[in-house]
T-cell receptor
Framework: SQQGEEDPQALSIQEGENATMNCSYK?????LQWYRQNSGRGLVHLIL?????REKHSGRLRVTLDTSKKSSSLLITASRAADTASYFC????????????FGKGTTLSVSS | DAGVTQSPTHLIKTRGQQVTLRCSPK?????VSWYQQALGQGPQFIFQ???????QRGNFPDRFSGHQFPNYSSELNVNALLLGDSALYLC????????????FGPGTRLTVL
């Protein structure tokens, strides 16, 4: 079963705009990670946020985590065409060991 | 520093055949996990190896088996291939002090005809 669900399924923006993607999950987690995938190849690790953290930044990325709402958001500021990709959130649920559970992802298209 | 590597990149097999996929973890990592990603879906956890033992397994049949070697590299074996086994197979590695931060390889695209 899928623990994480990303929203929206698809997002189209212009270069320079901000892109926000959301992720909801069902059970208590240890950590939540965001990944990027280009053209069905390997996943690139973007950021990990621990369950006791509320916000984390990395370059143009900002991730928030609200454990009371079981949700996370990924904000990409000043988007570039190279940000075009699928974005996935992955959780390791406390009762599921260290297996990562993924949603179906958000497909982001950034046009110039 | 090499990241996670996988081989081969692409593979075409016919139904009923067997396949072996290989993965070398990132330097300093001792845990290898395997995931299956069908087209348009998120990756699904197959199993995880640590200290040459299967530590955790997802909801996959026994046709899927694996192995981890003393140098931490790993193999995924799939027997009696079905058309539905066509997917991108991803290997991820993690280290002893990384909060389960998993780094993925480029994947192996398996097509079963």
């Amino acid at each position: 079963s899928q623990q994480g669900e990303e929203d929206p399924q698809a997002l189209s923006i212009q270069e320079g705009e901000n892109a926000t993607m959301n992720c909801s999950y069902k059970t208590s987690i240890n950590n939540l990670q965001w990944y990027r995938q280009n053209s069905g190849r390997g996943l690139v690790h973007l950021i990990l946020i621990r369950s006791n953290e509320r916000e984390k930044h990395s370059g143009r990325l900002r991730v928030t985590l609200d454990t009371s709402k079981k949700s996370s958001s990924l904000l990409i500021t000043a988007s570039r065409a190279a940000d075009t990709a699928s974005y996935f959130c992955a959780t390791d649920a406390r009762q599921a060991g260290t297996a990562l559970i993924f949603g179906k992802g958000t497909t982001l298209s950034v046009s110039s | 520093d090499a990241g996670v590597t996988q081989s081969p990149t692409h593979l075409i097999k016919t139904r009923g055949q067997q396949v072996t996929l290989r993965c070398s973890p990132k330097s300093g990592h001792d845990t290898v996990s395997w995931y299956q990603q069908a087209l348009g879906q998120g990756p699904q956890f197959i199993f995880q190896y640590y200290e040459e033992e299967e530590r955790q397994r997802g909801n996959f049949p026994d046709r899927f088996s694996g192995h981890q070697f003393p140098n931490y590299s790993s193999e995924l074996n799939v027997n009696a291939l079905l058309l539905g086994d066509s997917a991108l197979y991803l290997c991820a590695s993690s280290g002893p002090s990384s909060y389960n931060e998993q780094f993925f390889g480029p994947g192996t695209r398996l097509t079963v005809l």
